[in-house]
């Protein structure tokens, strides 16, 4: 599956939903927000929402601290 | 047009000052970051303003937050708009003492033009980045202001059209790292200032 994440080109083998994605990124879910074609989705829609080849993913990732 | 609102004319155009004015800003968290936010916004002009915070002063805020030691043990939403109140009289706040969760969030910030994510937990700036990012608002996040180092610099980074996250986004708070007034009010101030560059050039 080839993903633009973060306007670079990678390569996410067999990924179906964006859960998949932030799986195999190793990414902490609590400290991110993923965007899927530039919808901001929520966590609970990860798993229902469907990747295919080109798709532009932008994940957003938070640090502690005000 | 009071005292404070007159002098705000040396520095700003009567149309510049109508678009500040007109603005409805809200504020999640009355920390570090969002005490200093709403400080530099009320001098900059804004003065309509929803503001949320479940806290109370302590001792230990005041390292960088815009209170002072006669207020511990106040609620910070109530010190807050009492600063602003005292920086210009006319201010409006609506004020309320809670914590935001997925259950409440959508309950406030609805008339808002622009919103503050100031809070210091990563729970609460991803359940506002989810909540308000497609709102259409002008979303402002905080992420990425502790420690003393400048090698990581404070940015401004423009998510899409209408979100911005102000921070490093690399150090996060800590035993390492703790929140120290001169950078933790450097990005609040970088904060206001994009809402207030996006709102005088639209």
């Known amino acids: 599956m080839k993903l633009i994440i973060n306007d670079e080109e990678k390569d996410i083998a067999g990924a179906i939903s964006v859960k998949d994605v932030v799986d195999s990124m190793k990414l902490v879910p609590e400290k991110i927000v993923v965007e899927l074609n530039h ?28 | 047009m009071n ?5 705000l004319l040396k520095y700003l155009t009567q ?8 603005t409805k800003v809200g504020i999640a968290g009355c920390g570090g970051l969002g005490s200093n936010i709403a400080n530099a916004l009320v001098r900059t002009g804004f003065k309509d303003f929803e503001i949320i915070d479940n806290d109370k002063v302590e001792a230990n805020n005041l390292n960088r937050q815009n209170f002072f030691l006669d207020e511990v043990g106040d609620k910070k939403i109530e010190a807050t708009a009492k600063r602003m109140k005292q920086i210009n009289p006319d201010v409006k706040v609506k004020a309320f003492k809670t914590y935001l969760t997925s259950d409440n ?28 990012g497609d709102s259409g608002k002008l979303l402002v996040l905080g992420s990425g202001m502790a420690g003393i180092s400048n090698k990581t610099l404070i940015n401004i980074h423009k998510v899409k059209e209408n979100i911005y996250i102000v921070g490093d986004e690399t150090t996060n708070v800590g035993k390492d790292n703790p929140p120290l007034a001169p950078r933790v009010i450097a990005c609040a101030a970088m904060m206001a200032s994009v809402a207030v560059e996006i709102i005088l050039t639209k």
């Open chain 1, 39 to 66: 919808r901001i989705l929520k966590t609970e829609e990860w798993k229902s929402s469907s990747v295919k080849d080109n798709d532009r993913i932008e994940i957003v990732s938070f640090v502690g601290g005000g």
């Open chain 2, 3 to 7: 005292e404070f609102e007159s002098g």
């Open chain 2, 105 to 132: 969030v959508q309950e406030f910030f609805n008339d808002r033009n622009v919103v503050f994510e100031a809070f210091d937990n990563v729970k609460s700036k991803k359940l506002m980045l989810e909540t308000f």
């Open chain 2, 15 to 22: 149309e510049q000052l109508f678009k500040i004015q007109r």
